[in-house]
């Protein structure tokens, strides 16, 4: 039987090579069998942290998938697990909350969406987590142009990129593809040049302003 030593490192492998097969390779269902068996050893050795995270990439990765009964499931599971962890799941929360939103969107619970991207965009926001805070933004995004606010939709999107150009991170081709109908839609009803004219806007503000 392995120890916890050696099943805590083949988490990190399984781990990492997950997240290559989702962002390099866009291979969602190769990343899922991977954290699944992650998941399994996390459970093994009783890692509390490494099981949430985890919850919280399946949570993702079958949301990637158009699994959105499945991403909710996991998503719900992850944000339990955090609760019982108390402060200790604080950072596990809002990523997780970003993924909930997207997945309830997907089935067209708005008013559920709105609630989970608004608390993601919350707490990021408290303990400064940008990452996290450009995701919830994006989400808000795809909503308002779900709902037929275009304006908002750019001022939101166009927040985003700004923020994803200061730090640097890519937005991964999957998420986007995600986000494109509902943006499409945006664009398409406000017309060219008031959708410039908005992400400019959103583009020019600052955090708060964005989040407010």
């Known amino acids: 039987e392995q120890n916890a030593d050696t099943a805590l490192k083949k988490f990190h492998v399984l781990g990492l090579l997950g997240i290559l097969a989702a962002n390099r390779d866009g291979d969602y269902a190769q990343a899922e069998v991977l954290w699944e068996e992650a998941l399994t050893l996390a459970r093994e050795v009783g890692d509390p942290n490494r099981i949430g995270t985890t919850l919280c990439n399946l949570g993702y990765i079958a949301l990637m998938q158009g699994e959105h009964e499945r991403s909710i499931a996991r998503s719900e599971e992850a944000l339990s697990f955090a609760r019982e962890l108390g402060s200790a799941g604080e950072e596990l929360t809002p990523e997780t909350l970003v993924n909930l939103g997207l997945a309830v969107q997907g089935l067209g619970d708005y008013e559920r969406a709105m609630a989970s991207f608004k608390e993601a965009l919350a707490r990021s926001q ?27 939709a750019a001022r939101l999107w166009g927040a985003a990129e700004a923020l994803r150009e200061a730090t640097d991170i890519a937005l991964p081709p999957g998420e986007r593809t995600l986000h494109e109908p509902y943006l499409t839609a945006a664009r398409t ?14 583009r020019a503000m600052s955090l708060d302003e964005a989040a407010e």
Do not use: D, Q
């Open 126 to 152: 408290n303990v400064g987590n940008k990452p996290t805070f450009t995701n919830a933004l994006e989400g808000m995004a795809s909503l308002a142009g779900a709902l037929g606010e275009a304006t908002r």
């Open 189 to 202: 009803r406000g017309g060219e040049a008031e959708w410039e004219k908005a992400l400019a806007e959103g």
